[in-house]
Structure formats: C-alpha cells, structure tokens
C-alpha cells in the first residue's frame, strides 16, 4: 500500500510538471466543471452545463447535455451534446463527446483519493478531433475539500493544426451544509490563469436519487484585458 501510495503521489506530480510545461496554443477557455474522482455503483445521470466567457471581443455561450451511467463499480462512461452561439447569435449544435470517468482507489484507502478522466470529442461539421486524459485527486480536511485535475489534450484533423493543450483545475471547497457549500476555483491554461468564487449545492432525495448544482464566476487575472466567465450546471443522479 505504501508503495502505490508513493506511486501514485510520483506520477501525480511528474503528470502535473508535464501539464505546466508542455507546449500548447490553447484558446485559454479552461473554466468547466471540476471532477470528481468518485463512481458510485449502478450510478445513473443527466446533466445539463453552461459556460459564459465574456471578453472585450465579445462573449461565447456553450452548453453540454448529455447522460450515462456506471458501466462496473469503478468505472462509469457519459455521452454528451455540445452547443455553442456563433458570431451572428445563433446557437447550434457545435460537437459530440465521450467520457470515461474512472475511480482509482476505494475511497478513504489513501492519503487522497484518485481518479482518472478520458475524453473523446468530434466537431460536427468539421474534421475535428479532441483527446483528453488525466488525474483526478480529492482530499478532505475536516470540513474542507481540495480538488484537483490536471490534464493533457490533443487536437488533431484535417481542418485543425495538430497540438499539444495542458489544463489544471482546482476547487478547494467548505462543506457548509449539503444545500450550499462554497468554494474557491482556479482555473490554468495557456496565457490563461483565472480565480473566483463557487458553489456546490446538494438536495438528496430516496434511494440513490440526487440533485446537484453548481456555479462559479471566474475572472482572469493572468492579463489586463476583460476576461471573465460563468458557469453553470445541475446533475440528477438516480
């Protein structure tokens, strides 16, 4: 135990150095939701996520819907609808995406408690392609949560220059109660580093039924220029 303790406390850290460093031409939109690294068995859900970044050149609308479940007791594979509002305010359907969401350790085991993320996303009416995959940590002190992701994207396609994208996420949240807990998220990307206030919200209902929300207001602090998104989401697992 101690030595996969030490094992996955190294290729964390060596995972998140790669992150940092690697080289990249992300557009900067990082802020999304931050996971998680729990499955929980037979687990059900849909969900429904909405980012807003506003700059000075104007502001860019997305939406994700989309459902699945667990697929064994530590895994559990989503599929997922993305819109986007294009220049003239029209919004459409931007992409299609694919989630492996994958819990490492049984939780409580560790130190902290791992996961693994993998995505796949196809644009809709381009020869577009989007990897992503990385760690999910979380560990509790007392009545404070910190978690964390780091991860590695590719983009690849006919209609794309090929590349290399690195993002990190991190929420370190109070667990005030279950219907208002509040948070402090930061948010890194290429020429992108964002902090702001959230919360995470959760109303339990019978069995193994539940509804989660969510929302943050990230503001970059990274460059002078107007740079500011909101995030939205609810989840209902049943």
């Known amino acids: 135990m101690k030595a996969l303790n030490l094992y996955l406390a190294l290729s964390f850290t060596v995972f998140c150095l790669l992150v940092l460093s690697t080289p990249a031409k992300a557009d900067g939109i990082v802020v999304d939701k931050v996971y998680h690294p729990y499955v929980l068995p037979f687990e059900r859900e849909f969900e429904w996520r909405l980012v807003s970044h506003q700059t000075d050149s104007g502001n860019i609308l997305a939406q994700r819907l989309g459902g699945g479940g667990a697929i064994n007791d530590t895994m559990a594979l989503e599929g997922y609808l993305v819109g986007e509002r294009d220049d003239n305010g029209d919004f459409g359907l931007e992409a299609y995406e694919l989630e492996l969401r994958w819990q490492l350790i049984e939780q409580g085991k560790l130190w902290a408690d791992w996961g693994a993320l993998f995505e ?119």
């Open 120 to 238: 796949l996303e196809k644009k809709h009416n381009e020869d577009v392609y989007e990897a992503t995959s990385g760690f999910v940590i979380e560990k509790e002190f007392g009545k404070t949560s910190l978690t964390m992701n780091a991860f590695l994207v590719y983009e690849w396609g006919q209609d794309i220059q090929n590349e290399w994208e690195s993002e990190f996420r991190a929420q370190y949240r109070y667990r005030y109660r279950s219907a208002f807990q509040p948070s402090i998220e930061v948010y890194v990307g290429e020429d992108f580093v964002g902090i702001g206030p959230g919360f995470i919200g959760l109303q339990r209902f019978d069995g193994q039924k539940q509804l989660k929300w969510e929302a943050g207001f990230i503001t970059e602090i990274s460059q002078s220029e107007k740079n500011h998104s909101f995030r939205l989401a609810l989840e209902f697992e049943f």
